[in-house]
């Protein structure tokens, strides 16, 4: 089982929340600001922990299914063009 890092457990929930309110708003390209944010200040490694056991453990069912499909088809989009 793989437990968090200290460095994402260190990150304030004033950092999350925005996250959340971007997902809540269904607002991608908010949430990918600070997603950005996150990983210049903090590193990828940061934010994958961040995101794994902060971010995604407090979404509920249709905000991840909304995560999910947006950042799918922002992906996809980005690799068309």
């Known amino acids: 089982m ?3 890092h200290t460095k994402a ?3 304030p929930v004033s ?3 925005p996250m959340l309110s971007a997902i809540n708003d269904r607002n991608y390209q908010r949430f990918r600001e600070l997603q950005t944010v996150l990983i210049a200040q903090h590193g990828v490694e940061v934010w994958q922990d961040v995101f794994n056991f902060r971010v995604l453990p407090a979404l509920d069912q249709q905000s ?3 995560l999910l499909q947006a950042c799918c088809t922002k992906e ?3 690799a068309t063009m």
């Open 15 to 17: 950092t999350i929340i």
């Open 64 to 66: 991840n299914r909304w």
């Open 76 to 78: 996809i989009a980005s």
């Open 2 to 4: 793989k437990f968090i």
């Open 9 to 11: 457990a260190q990150i």
